[in-house]
Structure formats: C-alpha cells, structure tokens
Nanobody
Framework: VQLQASGGGLVQAGGSLRLSCVAS????????MYWFRQVPGKQRELVAV???????NVADSVQGRFTISRDNAKKAVYLRMNSLKPEDTAVYYC?????????WGQGTLVTVSS
C-alpha cells in the first residue's frame, strides 16, 4: 500500500491550495481517509477525515476554510484549503488505517507567508 501526497507550496496569507493524495494497493473506496499536519517540535494534528461513505469532519481550527473530498475512481483524497493563515504552515500528511496498521503518505509542505 502506498500513499502519494502532493500540492503543497508557498502561498500568501489569504490564499488557497489543494492537496492531493493518491493511493495504490488498496480497495480505496472501502477506507476512511485522513489528513494530518505537523509543525516541527509539535505532535501531529488531525485536520480532516472523510469516511468510506463520504461523511466528513474537520478540526475546529480549520472549520469553514478547509474541505476534504474524495474521488474513488481516481483513488484520491483531496484537501482544499482556503483563507490560509501563517499558522497553517506545516507538513501535511494523508493517512489510511488498514487493520491495525497506519499507512502514511510522505508529506507535503505548506508554507503560508504573512
């Protein structure tokens, strides 16, 4: 199983980015998918989750600004990030849990300048 994340970059405060995470080696539609983020020296933080049935939930800190979605045909999960703030700067990771194993993508860096 592999997860390939992309879409990070440098953006000014107030701007937008869309992160993508493409999965291989799993029956993608059967799994809940997650986006986390991590700032150096801090714990990894759950940002958003989308269930296999496409129910979504996002962290309070990004509510109203970030949207998670999925395309099962493409085996992809997306994180649309609007109205970005400097405090959103982090490495963003996608994750799937298969049985007792957490499988992480390689991370994509998002930097928001003020």
């Amino acid at each position: 199983v592999q997860l390939q994340a992309s879409g990070g970059g440098l953006v000014q405060a107030g701007g937008s980015l869309r992160l993508s995470c493409v999965a291989s080696g799993i029956i993608f539609s059967a799994y809940d998918m997650y986006w986390f983020r991590q700032v150096p020296g801090k714990q990894r933080e759950l940002v958003a989750v989308i269930t296999s049935g496409s129910r979504t939930n996002v962290a309070d800190s990004v509510q109203g600004r970030f949207t998670i979605s999925r395309d099962n045909a493409k085996k992809a999960v997306y994180l649309r990030m609007n109205s970005l703030k400097p405090e959103d700067t982090a490495v963003y990771y996608c994750k799937v849990t298969r049985g007792t194993m957490n499988i992480w993508g390689q991370g994509t860096l998002v930097t928001v300048s003020s």
